[in-house]
């Protein structure tokens, strides 16, 4: 058990994960050779040994977790300049998540809401282009993780 999480696997290549409280599946990994022993919670790390029969190798895995980060739009791209866009950002298995929402363009980036637990950022663009907003996630600790949208701005 890893907290509310639950590891298995069998003599096979996928390691599941389940929530200890529902029984529902919360994730997987899929390996190329089979597991060779039971996974070891050893955090932020998951130490999994596996086993390929055909080349008669083993290794040891070093998975982490990557909680699920999403990040939506109010609008579909393309937008028109000064029309109301929202982002909204979901993260599940976050400790106190903090959002901080990132404008991409012509390489640059600049942070247009510092992180806060603020979880929505409405934007009206000015100019025409292409665009990518970034929500990041990070929780008491110091872990994050990142998604992204394209947007396309045009008249």
Do not use: M
Not at 8 to 18: P, V
Not at 23 to 44: D, I, L, M, S
Not at 54 to 76: G, T
């Amino acid at each position: 058990p890893a907290g509310e999480q639950v590891l298995a696997t069998a003599l096979s290549g996928k390691l599941a994960g389940f929530n200890s409280r529902t029984g529902k599946e919360t994730g997987f990994f899929q390996a190329e050779g089979g597991f060779r022993a039971n996974p070891v919670w050893a955090k932020p790390w998951v130490l999994a040994p596996v086993a390929d029969r055909e080349s008669r190798s083993e290794e040891l895995l070093f998975l982490k977790r990557q909680p699920p980060v999403a990040l939506n739009a109010s609008r579909p791209s393309p937008v028109k300049p000064g029309e109301e866009v929202v982002f909204t950002a979901s993260a599940t298995g976050f400790t106190k998540p903090s959002f901080e929402f990132i404008l991409k363009s012509d390489g640059r980036e600049l942070i247009v809401q510092a992180a806060s637990t603020g979880v929505s950022w409405t934007w009206h663009p000015e100019e025409e282009g292409d665009y990518r907003v970034a929500v990041r996630v990070a929780q008491e600790g110091g872990e994050s993780e990142e998604a992204e949208l394209e947007i396309r701005v045009v008249r």
